[in-house]
């Protein structure tokens, strides 16, 4: 069946280093594929998204691209913050039956 | 414009006991899903619906029933409560093709 692997946690970072979280999928055809953020006691929040090989997400200076050759939709930022100190999920949707299913999380921790 | 609103926000049950758990959305969406999420586990997808009348079942649905009697509501039964149910839920709705999914905030159940 569809799933998504990343890399486990906790990412520890000083402020303005750069972030690469690791995120690939199994899936039968051509998922949609997401990164979404999760503060404390909330729920999850889209971050970006790429529906297709080759597209490239991004959204509040962080970017994934969608590698089909490698599976592949790492999540990445060239200057952390504090305030992007959350956990972070990778997810895959299988188009054909719209089944959403996401990774373990990664909980990303960036000190000033 | 309330989103998706979960009802109760906590819960204790004890072993053995029924709950229903109600998931409302108020954008019209076709699809709802219900997730669960443990500590090391992420998010597992139990089970969703891509229309009113229509369910279908996730990663781990053993243990829970589910209905959509109406477009906006999603319902999660726990017929005979186990400690292995005690969990934070989320319910989650998207509509179209390649859409976002929006979250509620959660249900922590605790099964004592």
């Known amino acids: 069946g569809d799933s998504v692997t990343q890399m486990e946690g906790p990412v520890t970072l000083s402020e303005e280093a750069f972030l690469t979280i690791n995120c690939t999928y199994t899936a039968t055809g051509y998922p949609s594929l997401f990164w979404y953020v999760q503060y404390p006691g909330e729920g999850l929040q889209l971050l970006l998204k790429?529906?297709?090989?080759?597209d490239k997400g991004s959204n509040k200076g962080f970017e994934a691209t969608y590698r089909k050759e490698t599976t592949s939709f790492h999540l990445e930022k060239g200057s952390v913050q504090v305030s992007d100190s959350a956990v972070y999920f990778c997810?895959?949707?299988?188009?054909?039956?719209?089944?959403?299913?996401f990774g373990t999380g990664t909980r990303l921790l960036v000190s000033p | 414009n309330a989103g998706v609103t979960q009802t109760p926000k906590f819960r204790v049950l004890k072993t053995g006991q029924s709950m229903t758990l109600l998931c409302a959305q108020d954008?019209?969406?076709?699809?709802m899903y219900w997730y669960r999420q443990d500590p090391g586990m992420g998010l597992r997808l139990i089970h969703y619906?891509?229309?009113?009348?229509?369910?279908a079942k996730g990663e781990v649905p053993d243990g829970y029933n589910v209905s959509r009697l109406k477009k906006q509501n999603f319902l999660l039964g726990l017929e005979s409560a186990a400690p292995s149910q005690t969990s934070v839920y989320f319910c989650?709705?998207?509509?179209?093709?390649?859409?976002?999914?929006?979250f509620g905030q959660g249900t922590r159940l605790t099964v004592v």
């Open positions: 790429a529906t297709k090989a080759d």
């Open positions: 997810a895959s949707m299988n188009t054909g039956f719209q089944k959403l299913v």
């Open positions: 989650a709705s998207r509509t179209g093709e390649n859409t976002e999914a929006f």
């Open positions: 954008m019209n969406h076709e699809y």
């Open positions: 619906s891509v229309g009113e009348g229509t369910t």
